[in-house]
């Protein structure tokens, strides 16, 4: 049954992250981006790391995504952005993320209800976490956020062309 899940799991991360890559509505392809994660954070606690889950959610899914909505609303899209506002409301674009998420919700309950009490998990201390990120894998934590700093400097290059541009449109 394990496996089940993970393959579904797994099936729901690869159609959410096609679908976020496709949009072109960046909006849209945050929601497809959050329900991949989300995915991606139930195989980590199917394979036995319920923490490595919880800091997907709560890092990835959550403050990463926030930043990314606030990168966006940095860009400043004028009467566009109140167009895609509007789109945001409307309940069809809801519908297959909302589905996505109640699949994985599914998968949660069903793993969670099949979880054996018996087992004896092993406490890690976040003083352990900090060591093996920062002793072994600091090189990977440093690319990771490297890679995201030159994402937020791209966005707001972006940014400022794009508002230069709506600017002379003003203009002329």
């Known amino acids: 049954m394990t496996l089940a899940l993970f393959y579904i799991a797994g099936a ?7 679908i976020a890559l496709t949009r072109v509505n960046a909006i849209h392809a945050l929601i497809y981006l959050v329900v991949s994660l989300l995915a991606v954070a139930f195989i980590f606690f199917l394979l036995g790391a319920p923490f490595a889950a919880v800091l997907e959610i709560v890092i990835y899914a959550g403050a990463i995504m926030v930043l990314f909505v606030f990168v966006i609303m ?15 409301m409307n309940p069809s674009v809801w519908i297959i993320p909302s589905l996505l998420c109640l699949i994985l919700l599914i998968e949660l309950s ?25 002793g072994p894998y600091v090189l990977a934590v440093e690319i990771a956020s490297m890679l995201l700093l030159a994402g937020l400097v791209a966005a707001n290059h972006i940014g400022r062309r794009l508002s230069k541009m709506d600017q002379e449109k003003d203009e002329g």
């Open 12 to 18: 729901i991360a690869l159609a959410a992250t096609g």
């Open 74 to 88: 940095m860009l400043n899209l004028g009467n566009r952005g109140t167009v895609v506002e509007q789109e945001m």
């Open 110 to 134: 069903l793993s969670i209800a099949s979880l054996k009490s018996e087992t004896n998990p092993i406490v890690v201390s976040a003083k352990e976490i900090g060591i093996s990120l920062f």
